[in-house]
């Protein structure tokens, strides 16, 4: 007896219907980065490892999904190490390649090797998949699509501002009501700072970017576990326990007065704040969140978190400012900022929400019935006329009975069928029925596409 086949765990099948959606999506995500100026590359779906490693945290590190050298690796390997049973020693040893953990830091690599074709600032787009080894759960897999868009060349605040408009367009066009988190890396940096806990900043930021999911006395037991002191870790809570955003911006003025690090932050972030309540936005609401880290090491200023209103799925979008993210290829001093759209999570809400419009999902609007082979061939002419003028039509391909054909386009959804017989041949028309209401007309040859443009 065959096995039945399976797919790996957090990786999906779609059917027609959902990629039809999530092309609707992408859609809008494109003409939206197309709009404001970004134009689009792609990167190969795998990495030398030394590029990918490194750029994310320990925690990203761990998920990163490593690729086996080809042929014999293993015959490099001594006795010694198999014994040692060391996972790290190992992977240096037999892994030279890994799929791409996300889109950005493959940018950089892009941005290095291409920087003398680029015009700079450079806007790019890029809409593919990634591959972490996480955990799967509801909305969270191991493959999925980024929408990212990138500047790299210009450390201008307005692009933050862009930014933030971009966001709202797209979720705006979307019908998604959505709620942008923005925060600073400098605010933590001078948090750390002017409590002395700078050699503990990473520990720091990962902690507080897991608050939404252990809540404020969860992330400072994960600090005492982690060994701050009882002063920092007061401090922090009373940050964490503000009542709202104005009192925690107003409380870290105080804190970081002493900061040129903080202070900095503070100064970029009410930029950002005043320029878009200046410029308007059509439908976000954006605020300032202390606890969004986002815990990927090269952000260095403004980061940015978008969360769907009306449902909680976490996280659809976010991204931030990276100082030097090229710095680490051997291109200094280049300064950019992107954002990523979470393709998976955003059809997730969209489709718990209901709020695919109908005309969202593109339909066959006529299938001619087959009833043998002339009648196919003079039916075949007649669609491609009716391609050419922009009606999608298809031609049922066996000469069968007709309750099968009917049953056919009931279930792709194909609203109108055609019948093309001996009658309607020598007439010159066929007879066009809609299954769904059972109206059948008569429509000559050459009436057929304004027929269709009008229904």
């Known amino acids: 007896m065959a096995q039945k086949p399976s797919i790996p765990k957090g990786t999906r099948d779609f059917g027609p219907e959902v990629v039809e959606k999530r092309q609707f999506i992408i859609n809008t995500i494109k003409n939206a980065f197309q709009h404001f100026g970004f134009a689009p590359i792609e990167t190969p779906s795998f990495e030398n490892i030394e590029t990918l490693t490194g750029k994310y945290g320990d925690e990203g590190d761990q998920l990163i999904f490593k690729i086996l050298k080809s042929g014999d690796f293993t015959n490099k390997l001594t006795d010694k190490d198999w014994a040692e049973k060391s996972h790290t020693t190992l992977a240096n040893k037999i892994v030279d390649k890994a ?83 923005m925060s600073n890396r400098k605010i933590l940096a001078g948090i750390a700072e002017s409590l002395d806990i700078e050699d503990k900043f990473i520990g720091f930021t990962v902690a507080l970017d897991k608050l939404d999911k252990i809540g404020v006395d969860g992330v400072l037991a994960e600090l005492e576990k982690n060994e701050f002191s009882k002063s920092s870790i007061s401090a922090i809570a009373s940050l964490l326990n503000a009542s709202n955003s104005e009192e925690s911006l107003a409380q870290l003025e105080m804190l970081l007065k002493n900061s040129k690090t903080g202070q900095k932050g503070i100064e970029e972030l009410k930029f950002v704040q005043e320029k878009c309540e200046s410029v308007g936005l059509k439908s976000a609401h954006l605020v300032f969140d202390l606890t969004l880290a986002r815990g990927l090491n090269y952000y260095t200023g403004a980061i940015f978190e978008v969360v769907a209103n009306d449902i909680n799925l976490g996280s659809i979008g976010g991204g931030g400012r990276y100082d030097d993210l090229t710095g680490v290829f051997g291109l200094n001093n ?65 000469n069968v009975k007709l309750k099968k ?38 429509v000559p040859f050459e009436d057929l596409i304004c027929y269709f443009l009008e229904s």
């Not at 705006?172 to 959505?178: A, N, P, V």
């Not at 003079?378 to 050419?388: F, S, T």
């Not at 194909?414 to 010159?428: P, R, T």
């Open 99 to 181: 799929l791409r953990y996300d889109l950005t830091v493959p940018f950089a690599r892009f941005v290095v090797q291409h920087q003398n074709e680029l015009a700079f600032p450079f806007k790019r787009y890029q809409i593919q998949p990634v591959w972490r080894a996480d955990r799967p759960q509801r909305g969270r897999f191991r493959e999925f699509y980024q929408c990212d868009a990138d500047v790299v060349g210009s450390d201008s605040l307005w692009q933050e501002v862009e930014f933030v408009q971009l966001y709202d367009e797209v979720f705006t066009k979307l019908g998604l009501s959505i709620t942008i988190k």
């Open 405 to 442: 054909q009917f049953d056919y386009a009931s279930k792709k959804g194909i609203k109108n069928v055609v019948f093309l017989g001996d009658k309607e041949v020598l007439e010159k028309s066929v007879s066009v029925k809609n299954i769904q209401t059972g109206v059948q007309v008569s």
């Open 334 to 398: 280049m300064s950019g900022i992107g954002i990523s759209f979470g393709l998976d999570r955003i059809y997730l809400c969209m489709d718990e929400l209901h709020i695919f419009p109908e005309n969202s999902l593109p339909k066959v609007q006529a299938l001619f019935l087959n009833f043998g082979e002339s009648e196919s061939e003079k039916a075949l002419q007649l669609i491609r006329k009716l391609r050419d003028g922009g009606i999608s039509s298809e031609l049922y391909p066996d």
